[in-house]
C-alpha cells in the first residue's frame, strides 16, 4: 500500500498531461468549422472593432441647457359685450409677449409657454358666497364651520350660511379673493387655446457639453462661425440643418405625431432629447447632436389630463389678476456619451472574441459525435479507455507502463472522412 501511494504522489507531481489530437478530414465538417470561425472573426471585427468601436474608452457627458422663446400674438374675446365687464375686456384684447406667456422666465432644463387660460381680472380680498356643492351647500349657520378651508379651496369659511349669487341656493360664505374664479374653459377655448398663433414661436436652445473622463473636451450645438456670426437670426432647425438650435414650436409638437392644437387647448409635457455621440478620436467640435421629439404625459389619460397651473399678477396688496394657465411644458433632456481610443478595451475585446472561436470546436465535436454516419466510428478514436492503475500489481509495473509511454511515439491521429459524412 505505501509502495502505490508513493507511486501515485511520483506521478502526479512529475507528469504532464496533453489533449489527445485527431485530425479528421472530411470536407462537410471542415467547412461548417471554418464557416463559424470566419462568423466568429466577422463578428469580432466588424460588429465588436468597428461599428460598436471596441477599442475605445467611453465617458458620459456632463451639460448646460438655456433655452430663449421668441413671439407675440393679440387675443381678442369672443364673448358677446354685455356678459362681460371692462376689466375682462382689456385681460382678454391685448398683445401677449415673452414676457406674458413664459412662466417662469428662467427653468432648470425646460421651459413652459402658456397657449390657454381662465383670467379672473381685478380681485380683491373679500367675503362671498363660494360655489355649490355637496361639502359647501348649508341649510343654516351649523353647517359652516369657521376658518374652515372650503372645499373648493376658494377661501376660508367665515361661519355664516348666506345666498349664492342672488338665487334661492345658500352656501358657505368665505373669506376670499373675489369675484371667485370659473374653473372651466368657456367656448371657444374649450375647443382651441386663447393664445393662437403660439404654434409659430421659435426658441434657442443652447446646449454645452464635456465629458466625465476628458473635461477639457468641450463642444456645443452651435457652430461658431466666424465668418458669419448673424446666421442664428435668419436659420430654423431641421434634418439638413442640424447645427441651428432655432425650433418652431410647432415642428416640435407635429415632429413627435401630436396635434399642436389639441395639445395647446388642454397642456402637455413634450420631451426635447439632445442626443450626442462623439467620436473623440477627431475633432470634437466634429460632433453633431440628434434631436428626438416625444410627448412625455399620457394624451389618454381619463383623469388630471394637460398641464395647468395658477399664477396671479399684482397690482398692489389688494388687488391682482388671476390666470390659470394651459399651456405646454418643454422637458430639455441631454443623453450620450463619447469615446476615445484604449489600448485597454482593444485588447480584452480581442482576447474575448479569440475565445469565442472555441465554440467552432465544441459544435463540429458534436456533429461529429452525434449527427454524421460514422459517429461511432470517430468516436472510437476520439477516446481512448485507459484501465484504472488499481489493476496493477506493483510498483515495478506502474514504473515500466510510464517507462512504455514515455518511449512511444505522440498518440495524434489522422482519421479520414468522405464528403457523405
Known sequence: MGARCSSLVYYFLFEYETPKIVHLKSKTVGVINRLIQ?????????YVLVYNKGYQTTSTLQSSVTSKVKGAVYTKHPFPVENINS????????????????????????????TNAIITPYQTQGKTATVPGNDTNCHNDTDCQEGKISADGNGVMTGKCVNYSNTEITTCEVYAWIPLEVDKLEPPYDKSPLLNGTEE??????????????????TRNIIDKT???????????DS?????????????????GEDYNKLATGGGVMGIIIHWDCNLDFNVKDCVPKYIFRRLDDPE??????????????????????YKAYGILFMILVEGQGGKFDIKPLILNIASGLALLSIAVVVCDIIVL???????????????????ESQLTNHDELQNE??????????????????ND
Open 87 to 114: 376689466a375682462a375686456l382689456k385681460s382678454y384684447d391685448r398683445v401677449w409677449d415673452v414676457a406674458d406667456y413664459v412662466v417662469p422666465a428662467q427653468e432648470n432644463g425646460a421651459f413652459f409657454v402658456m
Open 301 to 322: 389619460a381619463k383623469i388630471a389630463a394637460g398641464w395647468n397651473f395658477r399664477y396671479a399678477h399684482f397690482y398692489n396688496d389688494t388687488t391682482r389678476t388671476l
Open 227 to 237: 465668418n458669419n456670426k448673424t446666421y442664428l437670426q435668419s436659420c430654423t432647425y
Open 370 to 388: 452525434y449527427v454524421v454516419r460514422k459517429r461511432d466510428y470517430y468516436r472510437e478514436n476520439k477516446y481512448q479507455i485507459v484501465n484504472d
Open 240 to 256: 439638413d440643418n442640424p447645427f441651428c438650435p432655432i425650433f418652431k414650436l410647432k415642428s416640435i409638437v407635429e415632429d413627435s
Open 38 to 46: 470566419l462568423t466568429i472573426i466577422a463578428y469580432i471585427i466588424g
Open 402 to 419: 510510464h517507462e512504455k509511454e514515455e518511449d512511444s511515439p505522440p498518440r495524434h491521429r489522422t482519421v479520414y472522412g468522405t464528403e
Open 201 to 218: 414661436f421659435t426658441v434657442l436652445i443652447k446646449n454645452t457639453v464635456q465629458f466625465t473622463l476628458w473635461p477639457k473636451l468641450k
